[in-house]
């Protein structure tokens, strides 16, 4: 498959922000994230967009490279009907796409988190060979971009306690600076 070696910036057109924006819309009145003490819907809802953006920045970059992408879905299912299935398929590889704001790295520092508490648990941390790209929205520019980092396995990666002390428990985190200090990727 064709891929790439260091981060990539992609610019989103209109067509998909507003897709994005109206699914995190639709899907906040089916999603429960009370494990996660996560209440407000404000908050919800723009999670939700922004995943969708990294997912649309993912599936254009492979696009480029005369890839076969399948996905992003913006189909809003009941509870019960969610699953955990992977984002995007590239080439028929399935592809999990993890995003996080420009704004809230530099809060917090630039990390992804998977959902891992006793009562949600992210299959893919069970998936050593599953593939995941790690993207940043760039809300503190203008327009609509993200920065896309190479295809890593699961195995490749570094997990950490979240640094916020509230998600401790519920979710591992996976910061950029560890990897890079690691070798793993880079900036």
Same mark, same amino acid.
């Given at each position: 498959?064709?891929?790439? *070696? !260091?981060? &990539? ?7 998909? %922000? ?5 699914? $995190? @819309? ?6 429960n994230?009370?494990?996660?003490? *996560? !209440?407000? &819907?404000?908050?919800?809802?723009d999670?939700?967009? %922004? ?5 649309? $920045? @993912? ?6 490279r ?23 398929k ?57 920065v ?6 699961i ?7 979240p ?8 979710k ?16």
């Open positions: 498959m064709p891929t790439f *070696q !260091s981060p &990539q910036t992609v610019h989103i057109p209109t067509d998909a %922000v507003e897709r994005a924006r109206a699914f $995190a @819309v639709e899907v906040i009145g089916t999603v994230y009370e494990d996660s003490r *996560q !209440s407000i &819907q404000e908050k919800i809802r999670d939700h967009f %922004v995943s969708k953006l990294g997912e649309e $920045a @993912v599936r254009i970059l492979f696009e480029r005369e890839c076969r992408v399948e996905g992003p879905d913006y189909g809003v299912y009941e509870a019960r009907r969610k699953s955990w299935a992977a984002d995007l590239v080439n028929g590889l399935e592809v999990a796409v993890k995003t996080q704001r420009r704004s809230a790295a530099n809060r917090y520092g630039l990390s992804w988190t998977f959902q891992d508490s006793p009562e949600r648990r992210d299959p893919i941390l069970n998936s050593p060979d599953a593939w995941v790209c790690l993207v940043v929205y760039e809300d503190l520019k203008e327009g609509y971009k993200c896309v980092y190479p295809l890593r396995k195995k490749q990666l570094i997990f950490e306690a640094r916020l002390s509230r998600l401790v428990g519920k591992q985190a996976v910061y950029l600076e560890t990897l890079v200090k690691q070798g793993i990727m880079e900036l």
